[in-house]
């Protein structure tokens, strides 16, 4: 097995989505998973605890892009604003394998109410991420986690939108921020 070769984590993310897309969630081994990925069990386990954490593999960066983002907006920058930096920070460190990764993914987890679980937990993490970042600006409170939810949701229908196109020269970004501008109409329209 190629234990040196570099590249190990990304691939292990690639051979679970493919294994969870093409058997289910429930019916494949972290053995499969290791093989497939061309690594050892014990690599697996050295890069997540388990099969589960696959899928929130990028989390930690992409919540981090979202907070320097959010803390890097102008200083007089309203609340969506400020996650619309967030947003264009986050989306643009997203590339073509994040885009192709999106329909098995979403495949896999639609399968597996244990998938769909963690994937809710993610935007649970994403919300609280953006949350903080603006409540570290000074923002209340109600209107903190109000724009972070709405970031979460931009996010989302941002990245549906993204990885149905045949063609991408725009990148994400584009569609989480206009995603983001719909649903901030939508919430003035409230009224």
């Known amino acids: ?42 690599t697996f386990f050295r890069h997540f605890p388990d099969k589960r ?19 890097e907006a102008p200083e007089d920058a309203a609340p969506v604003d400020a996650i619309a930096a967030g947003l264009e920070r986050a989306s643009s460190a997203m590339g073509p394998m994040n885009r192709e990764l999106g329909p098995r993914l979403k495949a896999a987890v639609a399968a597996s109410t244990e998938l769909q679980e963690r994937d809710a937990l993610k935007s649970v993490g994403l919300a609280k991420a953006m949350t903080d970042a603006l409540l570290t600006r000074g923002v209340p409170d109600p209107v903190a986690h109000l724009a972070a939810e709405l970031g979460v949701l931009a996010f989302k229908r941002g990245y ?32």
């Open 1 to 42: 097995m190629a234990r040196w070769q570099p590249g190990a984590r990304e691939r292990l993310v690639l051979a679970a989505v493919d294994l969870f897309a093409d058997q289910g969630y429930d019916a494949t081994t972290v053995a499969q998973i290791a093989e497939k990925a061309g690594v050892t069990k014990s």
């Open 53 to 71: 954490e696959l899928l929130v593999a990028g989390q930690e960066t992409l919540c981090r892009l979202l907070v320097e983002g959010i803390t």
């Open 160 to 191: 549906t939108e993204w990885m149905q196109l045949e063609h991408d020269e725009a990148g994400l970004a584009p569609h989480a921020l206009a995603a983001l501008a719909e649903l901030r109409a939508a919430s003035a329209a409230l009224g």
